[in-house]
């Protein structure tokens, strides 16, 4: 079992960077599939980056080349770096590790944080 801590959310204007972060403990991330998704008022969650269990990185189309996921596997942390942040991505931001679907950018996972907001002005 894992537990998620999610820090690094703010406000910022449009075309600013945040950097989240996820902590974890009980259990190694590298021991799952891991990821980052966001859910906006109204809308369904979405996966925006994640790794799967062999490293690979994968992105959502709307976030690539901006968004790069990460991992401090001496510190046990996944973080998401987020440059030339837009108004659109502003949303709840969540790390979930242990992926249930197909999909490593697919909502199902079995551990969840508690997410941390990230609201972009313009």
């Known amino acids: 079992q894992v537990q998620l801590v999610e820090s690094g959310g703010g406000s910022v204007q449009a075309g600013g960077s945040l950097r989240l972060s996820c902590a974890a403990s009980g259990r190694s991330l590298s021991s799952y599939s891991r990821g980052w998704f966001r859910q906006a008022p109204g809308k369904e969650r979405e996966g925006v980056a994640g790794?799967?269990?062999?490293?690979?990185?994968r992105y959502a189309d709307s976030v690539k080349g901006r968004f790069t996921i990460s991992q401090d596997n001496a510190k046990n942390t996944l973080s998401l770096q987020m440059n030339s942040l837009k108004p659109e991505d502003t949303a709840m931001y969540y790390c979930?590790?242990?992926?249930?679907?197909?999909?490593?950018?697919?909502?199902?996972?079995?551990?969840w944080g508690q997410g941390t907001q990230v609201t972009v002005s313009s």
């Open positions: 979930a590790a242990l992926r249930l679907g197909s999909d490593v950018l697919s909502p199902p996972y079995k551990y």
């Open positions: 790794i799967d269990l062999f490293g690979s990185t």
